[in-house]
């Protein structure tokens, strides 16, 4: 493909704008986090009283802004800016109630589900699948006169663009051609042009963004746009279909099947698209004792790498349930496709995992559920490559010391000598 052809397109989609970034315009300059967002809807769930209004003090932000990792003196103001806003719109997870103010808001129907569900990858799916760039209430009415011709649902058109081109878009790519999408017909156009720019050299592919480029203001200005498409990723991200990583959005299923290969377009340049390797999930012998999820007390979906397998296994057909911070059952998740089902441990660090300790109770389990129960350790949590590696059966497959750990022992009358009276 030439270089003149794919600039061709490319100038022409341009010159229907006034000005280069006139493309979709969708999250502010943070990369959300299911997890954190999930936290902060069961705060204001909690603090409303099973969702009612919420009157936001500065011992609230204080609250939010451990939740969501957020530091500084005001925390207030980037929570306002930033997590607050996007849950706010595009996502529609919260309302204020009297807008523009922050003074009081409270959940939607959605913000409910996610504080409420134990799936918040699916709740969130749910919500991406709903924001329509640029119509209202996703979007405040300003930004809807910015881009009166936009009327498209941004994430699923996402995702088909995605599926025809080898499962995954990159951020050169989402720029010229994904964000530009103005209605849901127009995917055919941004499909076969990122079929033509990946045909082409590195240096003719940069003379493409150059026509971006020299149609914005200023230089800052377009750095800023382009660095607006990652933040997109990450939104896209929170749903269960696609996961981020590096300046790549992949879809999950591309990470537990082999690549499959373009089937449109000519043939593309070789490019490295598999930064993590392939997910083998075993599929052991039916057990009538899992054949529904174990019951027991109220659910919370838990950690990031938790929430990362949850996708994965959802992608590859798997009804699941989260057992995170349950007491009494020895594992985090449950998993059944088909007659098969297996429970699963999930041991994660933000960095490389060191020795795994596995509680009494857990290892009773893994000997209890046998070829049924894995063990899944999962490196680099919240960075762009997390590494997951699953152990069938770890009681067989591993070799597993026992340890004596210290406990320490308080006689009934001591602690009845110091307790103090209630009285009521």
Same mark, same amino acid.
């Given at each position: 493909?030439?270089?003149?052809?794919?600039?061709?397109?490319?100038?022409?989609?341009?010159?229907?704008?006034?000005?280069?970034?006139?493309?979709?315009?969708?999250? #502010?300059?943070?990369?959300?986090?299911?997890?954190?967002?999930?936290?902060?809807?069961?705060?204001?769930?909690?603090?409303?009283?099973?969702? +009612?209004?919420?009157?936001?003090? *500065?011992?609230?932000?204080?609250?939010?802004?451990?939740?969501?990792?957020?530091?500084?003196?005001?925390?207030?103001? %980037?929570?306002?800016?930033?997590?607050?806003?996007? =849950?706010?719109?595009?996502?529609?997870?919260?309302?204020?109630?009297?807008?523009?103010?922050?003074?009081?808001?409270?959940? %939607?129907?959605?913000?409910?589900?996610?504080?409420?569900?134990?799936?918040?990858?699916?709740?969130?799916?749910?919500?991406? !699948?709903?924001?329509?760039?640029?119509?209202?209430?996703?979007?405040?009415?300003?930004?809807?006169?910015?881009?009166?011709? &936009?009327?498209?649902?941004?994430?699923?058109?996402?995702?088909?663009?995605?599926?025809?081109?080898?499962?995954?878009?990159?951020?050169?790519?989402?720029?010229?051609?994904?964000?530009?999408?103005?209605? %849901?017909?127009?995917?055919?156009?941004?499909?076969?042009?990122?079929?033509?720019?990946?045909?082409?050299?590195?240096?003719?592919?940069?003379?493409?963004? $150059?026509?971006?480029?020299?149609?914005?203001? @200023?230089?800052?200005?377009?750095?800023?746009?382009?660095? =607006?498409?990652?933040?997109?990723?990450?939104?896209?991200?929170?749903?269960? @279909?696609?996961?981020?990583?590096?300046?790549?959005?992949?879809?999950?299923?591309?990470?537990?099947?082999?690549?499959?290969? !373009? #089937?449109?377009?000519? $043939?593309?340049?070789?490019?490295?698209?598999?930064?993590?390797?392939?997910?083998?999930?075993?599929?052991?012998?039916? #057990?009538?004792?899992?054949?529904?999820?174990? %019951?027991?007390?109220?659910?919370?979906?838990? *950690?990031?790498?938790?929430?990362?397998?949850?996708?994965?296994?959802?992608?590859?057909?798997?009804?699941?349930?989260?057992?995170?911070?349950?007491? +009494?059952?020895? &594992?985090?998740?449950?998993?059944?496709?088909?007659?098969?089902?297996?429970?699963?441990?999930?041991? @994660?660090?933000?960095?490389?995992?060191? *020795?795994?300790?596995?509680?009494?109770?857990?290892?009773?389990?893994?000997?209890?559920?046998?070829?049924?129960?894995?063990?899944?350790?999962?490196?680099?949590? +919240?960075?762009? #490559?997390?590494?997951?590696?699953?152990?069938?059966?770890?009681?067989?497959?591993?070799?597993?010391?026992?340890?004596?750990?210290?406990?320490?022992?308080?006689?009934?009358?001591?602690?009845?000598?110091?307790?103090?009276?209630?009285?009521?």
């Amino acid at each position: 493909m030439s270089l003149r052809e794919v600039r061709r397109r490319v100038v022409a989609r341009l010159s229907q704008a006034d000005r280069g970034d006139r493309g979709w315009f969708l999250i #502010t300059r943070v990369h959300l986090n299911t997890a954190r967002l999930k936290d902060i809807a069961v705060y204001l769930y909690d603090r409303g009283g099973a969702g +009612g209004p919420v009157e936001l003090r *500065s011992a609230d932000y204080e609250a939010l802004a451990r939740v969501a990792g957020v530091t500084g003196a005001d925390p207030g103001i %980037t929570l306002r800016r930033h997590y607050l806003l996007a =849950m706010e719109k595009p996502l529609n997870l919260i309302r204020r109630i009297d807008e523009p103010h922050w003074n009081e808001i409270n959940l %939607t129907t959605l913000g409910i589900a996610l504080a409420t569900h134990p799936n918040a990858s699916e709740v969130l799916e749910n919500a991406l !699948a709903e924001i329509r760039f640029c119509r209202q209430p996703w979007y405040p009415a300003t930004r809807v006169r910015e881009y009166r011709d &936009f009327d498209v649902r941004a994430y699923p058109v996402t995702l088909n663009v995605m599926e025809a081109c080898e499962g995954w878009v990159d951020r050169d790519e989402y720029d010229l051609f994904v964000s530009r999408i103005r209605a %849901t017909r127009e995917a055919r156009w941004a499909i076969a042009g990122i079929h033509q720019f990946r045909g082409l050299s590195a240096e003719d592919r940069d003379v493409v963004l $150059t026509e971006v480029r020299r149609r914005v203001p @200023s230089a800052k200005r377009y750095q800023n746009w382009r660095d =607006m498409a990652l933040h997109t990723f990450s939104l896209f991200h929170l749903g269960r @279909s696609a996961i981020r990583v590096g300046q790549r959005l992949r879809l999950v299923t591309t990470f537990l099947e082999p690549q499959r290969q !373009a #089937t449109r377009g000519p $043939t593309a340049r070789p490019r490295p698209v598999r930064p993590l390797p392939a997910v083998r999930i075993p599929t052991p012998r039916a #057990t009538p004792e899992l054949a529904v999820p174990p %019951t027991g007390p109220a659910i919370n979906p838990g *950690s990031d790498a938790e929430l990362l397998l949850g996708k994965l296994l959802t992608a590859a057909g798997w009804e699941i349930a989260y057992y995170t911070n349950r007491r +009494g059952f020895g &594992f985090d998740l449950w998993a059944r496709r088909g007659p098969a089902a297996i429970v699963i441990e999930v041991k @994660s660090s933000f960095g490389q995992l060191g *020795s795994i300790t596995l509680t009494e109770l857990e290892y009773q389990a893994a000997r209890h559920y046998g070829e049924n129960y894995l063990l899944a350790a999962v490196e680099h949590v +919240g960075t762009e #490559t997390p590494l997951i590696r699953l152990i069938q059966n770890p009681v067989q497959a591993l070799l597993i010391q026992e340890r004596t750990t210290r406990e320490y022992h308080v006689a009934h009358r001591s602690w009845v000598d110091a307790a103090v009276p209630l009285d009521l």
